[in-house]
Nanobody, 124 residues
Framework: QVQLVESGGGLVQAGGSLRLSCAAAVRTSSSYAMGWFRQAPGKEREFVAAINWSGSSIFYADSVKGRFTISRNNAKNTVYLQMNSLKPEDTAVYYC?????????????????WGQGTQVTVSS
């Protein structure tokens, strides 16, 4: 069983920054791609960013490109999402997830383990 625990969410004003972390409870994520998704109230879950097992391949949703940065530290079994220039439309519950292969993916069904989510609220 893989446990993913997100942290770092909170309330921030528009234009501000937050850094989300996703820690794996067991040493399992180093050989797998990881992704961040988000779900706003009344909306479907959407892809945000993904990173392959080594960090050499990264992909972002158009809505966050240039503002968000995904990274990972395999020695710490942790994936990060640095979010800058936040907008009210970024308000959502953010989830990290593990894709059980080395390459990145953008569909939620490609991911097998999910964290519990962390709330990000951006006020205008």
């Amino acid at each position: 069983q893989v446990q993913l625990v997100e942290s770092g969410g909170g309330l921030v004003q528009a234009g501000g920054s937050l850094r989300l972390s996703c820690a794996a409870a067991v040493r399992t994520s180093s050989s797998y791609a990881m992704g961040w998704f988000r779900q706003a109230p009344g909306k479907e879950r959407e892809f945000v960013a993904a990173i392959n097992w080594s960090g050499s391949s990264i992909f972002y949703a158009d809505s966050v490109k240039g503002r968000f940065t995904i990274s990972r530290n395999n020695a710490k079994n942790t994936v990060y999402l640095q979010m800058n220039s936040l907008k009210p439309e970024d308000t959502a519950v953010y989830y990290c997830a593990r894709r059980p292969v080395m390459g990145i993916g953008v569909k939620d069904y490609e991911y097998d383990y999910w964290g519990q989510g962390t709330q990000v609220t951006v006020s205008s």
